[in-house]
Every structure is written in structure tokens, then in C-alpha cells.
């Protein structure tokens, strides 16, 4: 099973910016698309960002204009960048396939102090 690991995480101000990376243990065909999730303290995991081969990325409300996702086959990874980091974005953010999901990481950490 492929192994996916989280990185790039930290404590950030609001306003600040946060680059996180995902690295698979193998290739990932591009059939699947990739997807960045993240978990609040006491919500449910929820999905953020969105990419699959030749479609436009997709984000929830809430990110919009503010993360973009992107992939690079050739490296295994999948990236999401996040600007104007509010508070309401601290969570911990996983990677994953959508619709057929691979054994969770360990996620990465975001804190976004106000």
C-alpha cells in the first residue's frame, strides 16, 4: 500500500503563508486524483483541494483564492499552497486520493494564531 507523508506544517501569524508537501512511497497513477484534507480540533476531516490530469483544481468555499494544490508526477508529490492563513485554517492537513483513499499519514500540523 502506498505510504503518503506530510510535510511543511508550522505555526504561522494570520495573514502568513505555508507551503505543504505530500510525498507517495510510489507512484501514483494519474488516473486518481489527489486531494488535500484537513482536520480541526472536534470536527469531522474535511476536504480542501482538489486535483486530477486535465481537469481544473477544485477547492472548498472557504480556500478559495487563497490555497492552490498542484502535483508533480515526475516526484511523487502533491503540493498545496496556502496564503492568507486565518485562523480558522489551523488544523491538521493530510494528502490522499480521492474516492479510493490510501492508508492516512500522520498529517501535518497548521496553527494560524489571530
Known amino acids: 500500500q502506498v505510504r503518503l507523508v506530510e510535510s511543511g506544517g508550522g505555526l504561522v501569524q494570520a495573514g502568513g503563508s505555508l507551503r505543504l508537501s505530500c510525498t507517495a512511497s510510489e507512484r501514483i497513477s494519474s488516473i486518481y486524483a489527489m486531494g488535500w484534507y484537513r482536520q480541526a480540533p472536534g470536527k469531522q476531516r474535511e476536504l480542501v483541494a482538489t486535483?486530477?490530469?486535465?481537469?481544473?483544481?477544485t477547492y472548498t468555499d472557504s480556500v478559495k483564492g487563497r490555497f492552490t494544490i498542484s502535483r508533480d508526477y515526475t516526484k511523487n508529490t502533491v503540493n498545496l499552497q496556502m496564503n492568507s492563513l486565518k485562523p480558522e485554517d489551523t488544523a491538521v492537513y493530510y494528502c490522499?486520493?480521492?474516492?479510493?483513499?490510501?492508508?492516512w499519514g500522520q498529517g501535518t500540523l497548521v496553527t494560524v494564531s489571530s
Open positions: 486535483i486530477r490530469s486535465g481537469g481544473n483544481p
Open positions: 490522499n486520493k480521492i474516492g479510493f483513499l490510501e492508508r
